[in-house]
């Protein structure tokens, strides 16, 4: 069974930054793809980032410029830094990585790590 688990989630004001980590219990080669959730009380959850198997990346467009999401292969992990962070960017941030098997898409999700962009 895979495991993700996030950290580096907090409280920070406005214009501030915060890197989180998404540690994979395999290699993140097995998975087609990476990517950043986020969910804000009352909204649906959005995609914010992800990065594919060969090191594409796509982002949302609200995230765009201020947001990088890269990953560490040797660590299994996968990273998001968010740069000039709004207070709109607060919500629960979901690691999520997806692979085919046969015709199946298997998802994988961690427990959530809070992002509180506050004066």
């Known amino acids: 069974q895979v495991q993700l688990v996030e950290s580096g989630g907090g409280l920070v004001q406005p214009g501030g930054s915060l890197r989180l980590s998404c540690a994979a219990s395999r290699s993140i080669f097995r998975f087609n793809a990476t990517n950043w959730y986020r969910q804000a009380p009352g909204k649906e959850r959005e995609l914010v980032a992800a990065v594919t198997s060969d090191g594409s990346t796509i982002y949302a467009d609200s995230v765009k410029g201020r947001f990088t999401i890269t990953r560490d292969n040797d660590k299994n992990t996968v990273y998001l830094q968010m740069n000039s962070l709004k207070p709109e960017d607060t919500a629960v941030y979901y690691c999520?990585?997806?692979?085919?098997?046969?015709?199946?898409?298997?998802?994988?999700w961690g427990q959530g790590t809070q992002v509180t962009v506050s004066s």
């Open positions: 999520n990585s997806v692979r085919w098997v046969g015709i199946a898409l298997r998802h994988y």
